[in-house]
């Protein structure tokens, strides 16, 4: 990483005398911090899902009320912040990062983030962590946690920031990167979506750097949003019809009663717009069967399916893999459609029976990253194109499952170039569909841009950065 050459040398701080292991007193019970610790090492060890793993601990353990708080702010915390704790962690520490224990870099990163993005006192920031390590790994690792902690806060944020980073000026974007923790190729991705190395990217990088709100869709034809807000103490979406907002600290949204009784999904209200935007599209003819042809794990089904009953209209859904097509027929409830286990790209389904078809392709998930933080650090930048050919290819099936006049909506939730415009252009360029203008099917969404595509960004709506583009097939 090339480093600032005019940055003044760092001052020699005074460093605490090596195997000193802390404070000597017993342990004390700290269920939130060991919660986000063991979350930690599953998502290391694993591969695991944070938002999986978590919920889990907390129910088991009984962790509730300001603890779960705590505990849910402290594990996706860390792991959103992983890039620039490690670079701040291999300042501190006297050997490099690959040859730490695993379990004790999970402390360290527990510890740094609680320094260096929270309000805990650094005592006990410190002192919380090493008494985690001390009882995992014995005093030898703790002694060298406690070291490494201390010279964590010779600093603040800010500070380290400014010794950590490319300089800002001859890399502007990696400077970005770093500041708030995203690799340097998904910065660069977001930068040549936006169009600005400048404040846009420096504001969608911060958006996507903070702990976003929980997003409720109300069931359509069961539950209006302001009936949901009512129940649920939470806002009305400001552009989705069906949309609420809660407080990030409402707890687990699976918990409460409307989304138990399925009145209500937890789904962001960029999918949500997105879903909703293939059924305003004008139809000359028939409009009697909707696909959803990648439909796993069922959120967005579950929207158009009921919507499609409203309409008099009837869906089908489509998902290759049998655990989640389960998960589909689960979600649905008594919402009606039709689940076929299959691949998009060879579904078996009669050509040009649908009036609408929804692709909503796997991709790089760029796009939201505030809920995945472990995401970030995992994907590469060579996901990219395998991914874009498999969504060209079931973006070109679906414009021979839907009737000549009838449209297909191409969603992912990626703003990379190549998984958006790259790939629809190329599917208009080979199959001479026509690509509408999308924007007027997301009425009263601001800043939707030059068209003819709509990219929904963190910073400027406040969703997922969903990719929405709308095409017909010629009649």
Same mark, same amino acid.
């Given at each position: 990483?090339?480093?600032?050459?005019?940055?003044?040398?760092?001052?020699?701080?005074?460093?605490?005398?090596?195997?000193?292991?802390?404070?000597?007193?017993?342990?004390?019970?700290?269920?939130?911090?060991? =919660?986000?610790?063991? *979350?930690?090492?599953?998502?290391?060890? &694993?591969?695991?899902?944070?938002?999986?793993?978590?919920? /889990?601990?907390?129910?088991?353990?009984?962790?509730?009320?300001?603890?779960?708080?705590?505990?849910?702010?402290?594990?996706?915390?860390?792991?959103?912040?992983?890039?620039?704790?490690?670079?701040?962690?291999?300042?501190?520490?006297?050997?490099?990062?690959?040859?730490?224990?695993?379990?004790?870099?999970?402390?360290?990163?527990? /510890?740094?983030?609680?320094?260096?993005?929270?309000?805990?006192?650094?005592?006990?920031?410190?002192?919380?962590?090493?008494?985690?390590?001390?009882?995992?790994?014995?005093?030898?690792?703790?002694?060298?946690?406690? $070291?490494?902690?201390?010279? #964590?806060?010779?600093?603040?944020?800010? $500070?380290?920031?400014?010794?950590?980073?490319?300089?800002?000026?001859?890399?502007?974007? /990696?400077?970005?990167?770093?500041?708030?923790?995203?690799?340097?190729?998904?910065?660069? =991705?977001?930068?040549?979506?936006?169009?600005?190395?400048?404040?846009?990217?420096?504001?969608?990088?911060?958006?996507?750097?903070?702990?976003?709100?929980?997003?409720?869709?109300?069931?359509?034809?069961?539950?209006? =949003?302001?009936?949901? !807000?009512?129940?649920?103490?939470?806002?009305? $979406?400001?552009?989705?019809?069906?949309?609420?907002?809660?407080?990030?600290? $409402?707890?687990?949204? %699976?918990?409460?009663?409307?989304?138990?009784?399925?009145?209500? *999904?937890?789904?962001?209200?960029?999918?949500?717009?997105?879903?909703?935007?293939?059924?305003?599209?004008?139809?000359?003819?028939?409009?009697?069967?909707?696909?959803?042809?990648?439909?796993?794990?069922?959120?967005?089904?579950?929207?158009? %399916?009921?919507?499609?009953?409203?309409?008099?209209?009837?869906?089908?859904?489509?998902?290759? !893999?049998?655990?989640?097509?389960?998960?589909?027929?689960?979600?649905?409830?008594?919402?009606?459609?039709? #689940?076929?286990?299959?691949?998009?790209?060879?579904?078996?389904?009669?050509?040009?029976?649908?009036?609408?078809?929804?692709?909503?392709?796997?991709?790089?998930?760029?796009?939201?990253?505030? &809920?995945?933080?472990?995401?970030?650090?995992?994907?590469?930048?060579?996901?990219?194109?395998?991914?874009?050919?498999?969504?060209?290819?079931?973006?070109?099936?679906?414009?021979?499952?839907?009737?000549?006049?009838? #449209?297909?909506?191409?969603?992912?939730?990626?703003?990379?170039?190549?998984?958006? #415009?790259?790939?629809? =252009?190329?599917?208009?360029?080979?199959?001479?569909?026509?690509?509408?203008?999308?924007?007027?099917?997301?009425?009263?969404?601001?800043?939707?841009?030059?068209?003819?595509?709509?990219?929904?960004?963190?910073?400027?709506?406040?969703?997922?950065?969903?990719?929405?583009?709308?095409?017909?097939?010629?009649?």
């Amino acid at each position: 990483m090339t480093q600032r050459s005019s940055r003044p040398s760092r001052p020699q701080r005074a460093h605490p005398p090596r195997g000193r292991s802390g404070p000597e007193r017993p342990p004390v019970e700290d269920p939130a911090r060991q =919660a986000a610790l063991d *979350t930690l090492r599953a998502v290391r060890q &694993r591969d695991a899902y944070a938002n999986l793993v978590l919920p /889990g601990i907390l129910r088991e353990r009984r962790i509730t009320g300001r603890d779960a708080a705590l505990a849910t702010e402290l594990t996706y915390g860390s792991l959103r912040a992983q890039g620039l704790l490690d670079a701040v962690l291999a300042a501190c520490a006297e050997r490099p990062l690959s040859e730490v224990d695993g379990a004790v870099l999970d402390a360290l990163r527990l /510890g740094a983030y609680q320094l260096l993005r929270t309000r805990i006192p650094a005592h006990a920031a410190v002192a919380s962590t090493v008494d985690l390590v001390r009882a995992d790994r014995g005093s030898g690792a703790a002694g060298f946690a406690n $070291a490494v902690l201390r010279r #964590v806060t010779g600093q603040d944020e800010a $500070a380290w920031v400014e010794e950590v980073a490319p300089d800002e000026d001859a890399d502007p974007i /990696g400077y970005l990167a770093m500041a708030h923790a995203h690799p340097r190729w998904i910065a660069q =991705a977001f930068a040549e979506a936006l169009g600005s190395r400048g404040e846009p990217l420096r504001d969608a990088l911060a958006a996507d750097d903070t702990r976003p709100a929980v997003h409720l869709a109300a069931r359509p034809g069961e539950c209006s =949003a302001d009936e949901l !807000a009512a129940m649920t103490g939470g806002e009305v $979406a400001p552009y989705s019809p069906y949309g609420v907002h809660l407080d990030t600290g $409402a707890g687990d949204p %699976g918990d409460l009663d409307p989304v138990r009784e399925r009145l209500a *999904t937890v789904q962001d209200e960029g999918s949500q717009l997105c879903a909703v935007a293939l059924t305003r599209v004008p139809l000359d003819g028939p409009d009697e069967r909707w696909l959803d042809l990648c439909a796993g794990p069922g959120g967005k089904a579950v929207m158009l %399916g009921a919507l499609a009953s409203l309409s008099g209209a009837s869906l089908d859904a489509v998902e290759k !893999a049998p655990h989640r097509a389960d998960l589909i027929r689960k979600a649905a409830g008594d919402v009606p459609m039709t #689940v076929h286990v299959a691949d998009g790209r060879e579904s078996g389904l009669p050509e040009g029976s649908f009036d609408r078809v929804l692709v909503d392709a796997p991709c790089t998930g760029l796009g939201a990253l505030r &809920r995945r933080p472990e995401a970030r650090w995992r994907r590469q930048p060579s996901d990219v194109a395998p991914l874009a050919r498999l969504q060209r290819e079931l973006l070109t099936a679906a414009l021979t499952l839907v009737r000549p006049g009838g #449209v297909v909506a191409y969603v992912v939730c990626s703003p990379h170039l190549s998984e958006t #415009v790259g790939v629809v =252009a190329d599917v208009v360029r080979r199959t001479g569909s026509e690509w509408l203008d999308a924007r007027e099917f997301f009425p009263g969404v601001p800043d939707l841009g030059d068209g003819p595509q709509v990219q929904l960004w963190p910073h400027v709506h406040g969703t997922d950065a969903m990719f929405c583009a709308v095409l017909r097939r010629p009649a």
